[in-house]
């Protein structure tokens, strides 16, 4: 599955961006990961493509929400009260996963071994 992603900026805390992920092909869940200067890349969200079921990494739950439109193929994160420790290269991929366990091991996956891995878009958050 080839996949597209944009939305990514410069953004001051506390503010908002859009994510979106274009698809062609299938897969049953999609997501996102992202990896900050000097940091592991780390699983954020994901969302089934099927019943629309979702994961959210810890650190996102409340601010960040993942939603499809499976009319366009298009996955989206919306991304408020942005932080700091948010700024990261935030790549879309599929195959995704539902658990934090899940999560943490295709997180250390090569993107080769993905079905699919976007180009990444860079979010930066800073006043």
């Known amino acids: 599955v080839q996949l597209q992603a944009s939305g990514g900026g410069l953004v001051k805390p506390g503010g908002s961006l859009r994510l979106s992920c274009a698809a062609s092909?299938?897969?049953?869940?999609i997501g996102w990961f992202r990896q900050a200067p000097g940091k592991e890349r780390e699983g954020v969200s994901c969302?089934?493509?099927?019943?629309?079921?979702?994961y959210y990494t810890d650190s996102v739950k409340g601010r960040f929400t993942i939603s499809r439109d499976n009319a366009k193929n298009t996955i989206y994160l919306q991304m408020n009260s942005l932080k700091p420790e948010d700024t990261a290269v935030y790549y879309c991929?599929?195959?995704?996963?539902?658990?934090?366990?899940?999560?943490?091991?295709?997180?250390?996956?090569?993107?080769?071994?993905?079905?699919?891995w976007g180009q990444g878009t860079q979010v930066t958050v800073s006043s």
């Open positions: 969302i089934s493509t099927d019943d629309g079921t979702t």
């Open positions: 991929a599929a195959p995704c996963s539902f658990s934090a366990q899940a999560m943490g091991v295709m997180s250390k996956v090569a993107p080769a071994e993905f079905d699919g």
């Open positions: 092909g299938f897969s049953y869940a």
